[in-house]
């Protein structure tokens, strides 16, 4: 079975903070995403990633960067939190753009105060 | 951006009832996926199904899809306590983007609740 794992279940931080969500799949997969979910706004793909060092904006990027340093690590940074930051993040892999299957890990949920 | 939207919003019924979710969808898709999520957690893929097939089925779950209407349904048959979730249809679409041909939109999902 795939596995996505994410380096916490809940973080709690402080406005201005440099926030560091790290996500790590198993599968060898070419890709992986991070997406933020919000009642009533669903799931909005941040970044995403199709190779090692490589990376593509996605739909709501401001405020965030991601670091690809090994295939199986994708890492979503915000610079300076800010409370309109708070919220669940989902990461995702999946092993064609084509986007057959992607698979989630367990989401953190992040509040920023 | 939004491509796919799923109605109802909200769905609850009976255990044993048969549940069904529709999803909408703006331009052309080169397959329609739907995940569910418990609360609280990450998504769990449930069925892919490509822009040239028209019903799949999977255990209690049918899918169909109408490229012509560009809508989906998901059913879920005999429904069980343990089916409450949400449920999101995702689309793969052309992202515009210079380096991967497509996209998954999800749409913001079906509450279903199954009452024992």
């Known amino acids: 079975d795939v596995k996505v794992t994410q380096s916490s279940r809940y973080l709690v931080k402080r406005t201005g903070e440099k926030v560091f969500l790290e996500c790590v799949q198993d599968m060898d997969h070419e890709n992986m995403f991070w997406y933020r979910q919000d009642p009533g706004l669903g799931l909005r793909l941040i970044y995403f990633?199709?190779?090692?060092?490589?990376?593509e904006k996605g739909d709501i990027p401001e405020g965030y960067s991601v670091s690809r340093e090994k295939k199986e690590r994708f890492s979503l940074i915000l610079e300076s939190a800010s409370t309109n930051q708070t919220s669940m993040y989902l990461c995702?892999?999946?092993?064609?753009?084509?986007?057959?299957?992607?698979?989630f890990g367990p989401g953190t949920r992040l509040t920023v105060l | 951006s939004q491509q796919g939207e799923e109605d109802p919003q909200a769905l609850s019924i009976q255990e044993g009832e048969n549940a069904t979710m529709n999803c909408s969808y703006k331009?052309?898709?080169?397959?329609l996926q739907w995940y569910r999520q418990n609360s609280g957690r990450g998504l769990v893929h449930l069925i892919l199904i490509r822009s040239n097939e028209r019903e799949k089925h999977s255990g209690r779950l049918r899918v169909t899809l109408d490229t012509s209407k560009k809508s989906s349904s998901l059913l879920i048959t005999a429904s069980r306590a343990a089916d409450t979730a949400s449920y999101f249809c995702?689309?793969?679409?052309?992202?515009?983007?210079?380096?991967?041909?497509?996209?998954?939109?999800f749409g913001k999902g079906t509450k279903l609740s199954v009452i024992p």
């Open positions: 995702a892999s999946s092993p064609d753009l084509i986007s057959d299957t992607q698979y």
């Open positions: 331009t052309s898709i080169n397959n």
């Open positions: 995702a689309t793969a679409n052309p992202s515009g983007s210079g380096a991967g041909s497509y996209q998954l939109t």
């Open positions: 990633s199709y190779d090692v060092k490589m990376k």
